[in-house]
C-alpha cells in the first residue's frame, strides 16, 4: 500500500493508511487529500447538479440551448481545475486538506443556489 499512489488507493485503504500514519505520529498530506477528495466527491457533485438545474430550469427564451451546454460544460471543467489547484495549495502551504476540498463544493453550492434563486 505504502508504494502505491494515493489517487489508486480505495477509500477504505486511505482511512488505513490515515490511521497507521496517526499512530507513527506523522503525516502525509497527499493521502489525506486523496481521503476528502474521495469522501467529499458525492457532495461535490451534489454542488454541480444544482448548478447544472439552474441552466435546465431557466427561462428558454432568454439563452439559446448551446450556450446553455457550454456554460455548462465550462462550468463544470472550471470546479475540478479549481478542485485541483487548491489541493495542490492544500500540499504546498499545508493547510488542512478538509478545508481546501470543502471550499469550492461550498462556494459551488452557493453559485447554484443563487443562480436557482434568479432564474425562479
Known sequence: MLTR???DLSLTQLY???QFMRQQGTRSLSHELA???KLLSPLS???LVIV??????GSLRTHSLGLRIVVA??????FSYVQ???GFISLATGFSPLLMVILPIIASAI???YLLKRQM
Open 5 to 7: 499512489k494515493a489517487e
Open 16 to 18: 488505513e493508511h490515515r
Open 35 to 37: 481521503f476528502w477528495q
Open 45 to 47: 457533485i451534489l454542488s
Open 52 to 57: 447544472a438545474c439552474s441552466f435546465v430550469f
Open 73 to 78: 460544460l465550462l462550468f463544470g471543467l472550471l
Open 84 to 86: 485541483d489547484l487548491v
Open 111 to 113: 453559485l447554484g443556489g
